[in-house]
Structure formats: structure tokens, C-alpha cells
């Protein structure tokens, strides 16, 4: 009888010991991809009141307007080039993404959340590029540690890097796809104003593509059209049948530019591409490859054949990364960010410099003032002189970087407006400088790396 009316506690202390085994085995059930914003909402929507009370209890963190994925895999930005070139364009790139991913870091810490993952970026370029890296990749590798340049770019004759870049993001994806948790392959004329893995997707869904303005479809682009029918020519074998062409015509555009996805989504996508590109011999372009494959439904096949979620389709006006190459207006809040037609902030804008005010605004806010990684590129402080001292007297300099020529004589560096003449008997007690080797071309360019308070570049007492 004793045994019995003990049965319930030995029960439970048994179910409670397979529990803890189980979350030491396979710890909380709690998927990592979880969005932590989204936890919090919905235990708030369950709970009602009794959450709120609880909360009044305990400094439970509210929910924000972040909603990057938490994640303990890092997230990879992927890019090509096949050549040193770029340099300016790579800045843009880090900078702004540096940017937006430390302002999430510091908006996540003041609401005491969960902090957002990693992000990497590897830039592919041929192999000889990698091992002897110009100065200027040397110093942006140094300003931000989050690059790489890998050296897996594909020689393969006479085929334009943009078709290249494929395989060589197939291989990489192949062999540590399993280290990342979301990744975006990306142009790099593209200028970043959020954390791009904020970007969510539906239940079913794990990679994203990209449409660009809906006004013009593929019919009504000339260029478009010149690459379907290279698709279609006898070059590939037909490889895009002229029917299956025409049926491409009325649809959207869809920017191979951008696409987004988990990484073994992006995995499946880039061996498609890749061994599609093959097929048609390297005859078919890039983008209209990247068309092909979604419209005809290709794709969602190899990724349901291995198990992943669908691929969508974003429509322009309400991409959160936008391709605005052919948009014909743009609009940008008062702070400059540049928003989609629902007037969302967008994490990223492809093709910005087709703009010429939006890329203004870009370079005001991210771009450099001179080619980094060069020596001797900021120019030395110049040197004083009292006013009448012979340059004579003084050892002679040349001054390289100032953009002055170094030959003036003394006459020629005296001050332009004559010693002020106070009638204050004190004032000739002070020593009057002037600048040596400096003129009104010394500092007048941003890339001069200087700035003048005067035209001169003198000290004007006489203002004082």
C-alpha cells in the first residue's frame, strides 16, 4: 500500500531524470535558427496577462525592430572579382556593411538581446591573385578583418568571370557550407544600410530571388531578349528552347545580382548554375541562366531532390534588397537611406551608381578620399618659418605629397596681406610664421588628404 501511494513521486522523479539526460544528450528544444524576437512575441501572445505580469516581475527584454536570426553559425557574404580593380568599390562595400552590423550589435545590446551572428565576407579571385595581393586588398584586409580573398576563381578560357564565378562558388559552398548558416552572393556594387541577414523567409522557403522594376518586363528589354536568344541559338544547342523563350517574355526580370538563402539552399543553387553554364558551353548568360532555372521550375526541383525548401520570387517594389539599375525613381528618407515602394528602409541597393544622386549620397557617407594601401599618399605637416627668415638659412625640404612645387623662392611664400599694424606697443613682441612650400594648390582636393583654413594655406594674423 505504501508502494503505491508513492507511485506518482517515483514516477516523476523518473521522468525528470530522462529529461535531464535527454537536455544534457541534445540540449533545449529550441532550434538555433529561431528568431529570438519571435519567441518572445509568441510566448507574450500565449500568455496575455500573466506575461505581462511576469515581466513586471522580472526585466524581461522587449521585443525590437531587429530580427536578424540567431544563430551560433556565422552568416557569409559571397563576391567575385578577377582582377585588382574594384578597390574603391570593395570600400563602399565593407564599409557600409561594417556600419550596418555594428549598429545592430549596439541596438541589440541596449535592449539586452540576443547578439546577431557573425558575418564573413570571401571574395573569390584567381589563385595568383591570392598569393600576392596588391596593397590596396593588404590594407582593406587589415581594416576589416571579417575579408578574405580565396583563391578559387576558375581559369577557364575566354569565359567572362561572371559566368567563372559559378563554379568557383559551387566549390567553395561544397566544402564548408556546413560551417555557415545563411549566405548572400552578391555584386559588389552594392551598398548596405541594414544587417543583411535580417532578411526573413517563410517556413517553407530558403532562398530568395530578386525581381527588378516590374515596369519593364523581359519582352520589353532589348538586352534581355539578346540573351534569351543566345540561349536559344544554335551556339548553346538550343539549350533554352525558342518556345520555352517566349514564355519568358511577359514575366519579370530577375536580377542575378543578389540571391539569398540558407547555405545549403545557396549550395544547391550555385552547383545548378554551375554545371547548367557548363552545359550550355558558357554561351548563355549569367542572368538569363538565373531566369531559366527558376521560371522553368529547374531549380525547385534540385532543391526539393535534395531536400530543401522552395525558392521565391520578391517582388521589387517590396525587396528588402533592392536592384535598382532600371527603377526609374528612387526615394530615400531624411536620413539618407534609400527605401522600397512600401517605404521600408531596404538592407541592401544593388546597382546604386545608375543613380547619380543616390551615388552622391553613397560616396558622401562611405566613400574614401584617396586609394587606400598607398605609401606616402598623406602629406607631411609643412614647416614654420619667422616671418623674414631667409628659406636659405634653413635646411632645405621638398615637400612631395603637398601638391606645391618646391622651387619658390623666400619672395614667393611671404604672406599675401602685410603684418598687422596694431598700434598695441605689445604686438611686436610676438613671432609671425608662415608656412613653407604651401599654396593654394596644396590642399584643394580631397584626395590631397589636407585642408586648408585659407586658401593659402597661411595663418593670416591679420584676421585675428
Known sequence: MFFFSRLPSYVGITVLFLSLIYLYQNGAIIHSNSD??????????????????????????????????????????????????????????????????????????????????????????????????????????????????????????????????????????????????????????????????????????????????????????????????????????????????LSYMHKNRICAGSVYGTARAIKVYMDTMASQLKVSLYRCNDQAMHIHIYYSNLLDKELRHNGVGKAELVPNDEALFGSVGTTPMVTFNEWGEMLNEKGEVQVGVHQYKTHSLLSDIVWRKFGWYAEVGQSGAIPTIARLAEEGEKVSTLEPEKQESGGADSTHTDAEHDLRHAENEKEDADATSYTQYRLLNVSESSCGKHSSLCSCKYDDCQPHYDYY
Request: net charge negative.
Open 36 to 245: 529570438s524576437n519571435e519567441y518572445w512575441t509568441t510566448l507574450q501572445q500565449k500568455s496575455g496577462d500573466q506575461f505581462s505580469q511576469l515581466k513586471s516581475q522580472y526585466h524581461l527584454r522587449p521585443t525590437s525592430s531587429i530580427s536578424t536570426t540567431v544563430s551560433l553559425k556565422p552568416n557569409l557574404i559571397l563576391s567575385a572579382i578577377d582582377g585588382p580593380s574594384w578597390q574603391d568599390q570593395i570600400f563602399i562595400f565593407m564599409q557600409s556593411l561594417e556600419i550596418a552590423v555594428s549598429e545592430e550589435a549596439l541596438q541589440r545590446q541596449r535592449s539586452n538581446s540576443c547578439p546577431a551572428a557573425p558575418v564573413q565576407v570571401k571574395i573569390i579571385v584567381p589563385e595568383n591573385l591570392a598569393q600576392d595581393l596588391p596593397s590596396g586588398f593588404q590594407a582593406l584586409k587589415q581594416r576589416y578583418p571579417s575579408l578574405d580573398f580565396v583563391g578559387i576563381l576558375p581559369e577557364i578560357k575566354d569565359v567572362a568571370v561572371v559566368l567563372r564565378r559559378f563554379q568557383g562558388w559551387s566549390d567553395y559552398l561544397n566544402q564548408h557550407e556546413k560551417q555557415y548558416e545563411r549566405v548572400l552572393a552578391c555584386d559588389l556594387d552594392v551598398v548596405f544600410q541594414r544587417n543583411p541577414f535580417s532578411m526573413d523567409m517563410k517556413t517553407n522557403v530558403e532562398l530568395l530571388y530578386f525581381a527588378e522594376w516590374a515596369g519593364l518586363r523581359i519582352g520589353q528589354c532589348s538586352v534581355h531578349v539578346g540573351w534569351f536568344n543566345q540561349c536559344a541559338s544554335p551556339e548553346t544547342d538550343s539549350f533554352v528552347s525558342p518556345q520555352q523563350t
